[in-house]
């Protein structure tokens, strides 16, 4: 019989960047774990582990922009899920304007989805953050980008391999 992965490895998933903003910080981080959970009012859910700036940045700033990516985008993806931006500037050399809520809104993303947080609980080792749509937009045309372990095997995820 031959190893497979563990079923959780097998959902199908796109992979997103999450920004956020509170005051003059900015923060960003890749993210799997993105899911719209109301129809009305329209909600989106994000769970960022604990260990991440975007994490405390979120909580602080009370705002989340959710950016659909572009299918030729996995650096992009790659660049904001490979290291905290406590270490590095993931904005650097990207174009960007502040959302309603000032979250930074990627121009090179295919669409963004701006939330304002409605709550935020704790679960596990992550928080989960509700947001309340409160803008959206298309900035390019393209398919999205669909997540493929391949793409991010020497990087991991959400904070630690599972
Ligand atoms: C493909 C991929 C998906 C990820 N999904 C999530 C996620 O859903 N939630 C999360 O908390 N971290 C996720 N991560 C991990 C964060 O992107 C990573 O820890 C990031 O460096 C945090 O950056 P920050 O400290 O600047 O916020 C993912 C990483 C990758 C590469």
């Not at 704790?122 to 309340?132: A, C, K, Q, W, Y």
Request: aromatic share 6%; net charge negative.
């Amino acid at each position: 019989m031959t190893e497979r992965s563990p079923a959780r490895h097998l959902m199908p998933q796109a992979v997103f960047v999450v920004t956020g903003a509170a005051g003059e910080v900015r923060a960003g981080m890749t993210a799997c774990w993105v899911v719209r959970v109301s129809h009305r009012p329209p909600l989106y859910a994000v769970a960022i582990h604990h260990g991440s700036q975007t994490r405390d940045v979120v909580a602080q700033g009370n705002c989340f922009c959710i950016h659909i990516l572009r299918a030729d985008q996995v650096d992009l993806a790659r660049r904001f899920g490979a290291v905290s931006g406590r270490d590095t500037d993931k904005f650097a050399g990207l174009a960007w304007r502040s959302g309603a809520g000032g979250a930074p809104i990627l121009q090179d993303a295919l669409a963004f989805l701006d939330c304002q947080v409605a709550s935020v609980s704790e679960v596990g080792d992550h928080s989960l953050f509700i947001g309340r749509l409160v803008d959206e937009g298309v900035l390019h045309e393209s398919s999205a980008l669909i997540f493929r372990p391949s793409d991010f095997a020497d990087i991991g995820q959400s904070g630690e391999e599972d």
